[in-house]
């Protein structure tokens, strides 16, 4: 009887411990972000998690009204995108074939729609591009690129505003690093290690449209922060990026519009072919607002006047956020 009774006193305190463990942390989250979920709502389930899917791209397709949520799977099979419907939850999605029909695992962290296509990082200078009938089509258990992309630097994230399509690279000194022409001092001394470019959408269709294999110059290159997860543009016009680093809290920085501010430059960088483009700096100089959210932010969209927010951390490779409800994207309108 006392060993029945020392047993059960055990598993009591491990239950307890387990529960002030998970109490503690969503308790050191939500305060740490205390604004985002006081001022955010739930969008959607983030579906594929219990199956090893890592989210890491988010867009949203005006015509269907649907998004599309792109990552890679932790037991390195096919990477996936899901086509998910924001008003019953119901989704679908392919896996990624290469050409000759073999699993494909591009990083997928960064996804796009406009028109007919779907952009597509690869975690290279690459971006796959597929038809967005064929991502989309509920029939279908596979997805392959008919046309690729090649951009003057390494992008993660994309985002598509107006004519421009922005593609954005992500720099952290632990194991993630960039080409020295990548870097740059911005006027205030702050040390710029990623860039992200902007490229005409029109141009860019039409390019495809020629070639299967494509290459554009930049309209304009701007120099980013360390550890940006994730960009859009906002409906009035501001750009967003994401910072995540870990565990810790990530971070939305808010800056001035790109395409109003900084109209001329006397900085430039080097596009393909060694072709000058202007550039410019995304620092503390023209940030308007800084916003703390949950900890690893991925990619962000818009719609409307909302911000959605992606996070990886209830996938298996994280775990905790499945304890924190990071299973479900949340989104919020900023005020600045």
Known sequence: MKVIKAIFKVLLCLVLLVGLTVGGLNIWIRTASASFYKN??????IPGLSEGFVPKGITYDENSGYYLVSGSMSDN?????YT????????TYVELKTAGGEADTPSAAGIAVHGRYVFLSTGTELINVYRLAEVTDSDLSSATPFATFTAANRPESLFIHNDYIFMGEYYNKEGYDTPGSHK?????????????LMYDITA?????SESEQAALQPEAAYAVPDNCTGMCVLKSGQLCLSSAKGMKSSTLRIYDDPLKTNLTSDNTY???????????YVDSDSMLK???????????????DKILVLTSAASNKSMFGKLTGAGTCRSF????
Request: proline share 7%; no cysteine.
């Open 40 to 45: 955010s709502e739930k969008e959607f389930q």
């Open 77 to 81: 099979s096919a990477s996936r995108i």
């Open 84 to 91: 998910i419907d924001p008003a019953t939850s119901d989704f």
């Open 184 to 196: 740059f001092e911005s006027d205030n001394g702050e040390q710029l290690n990623a860039v992200m």
């Open 204 to 208: 860019l269709v039409q390019a495809l």
């Open 270 to 280: 080097s596009a393909l072919n060694g072709e000058k483009v202007p550039l410019y």
């Open 290 to 304: 800084e916003i703390s959210v949950p900890p690893m932010a991925q990619e962000l969209v818009t719609q409307g």
């Open 333 to 336: 309108i900023p005020e600045f």
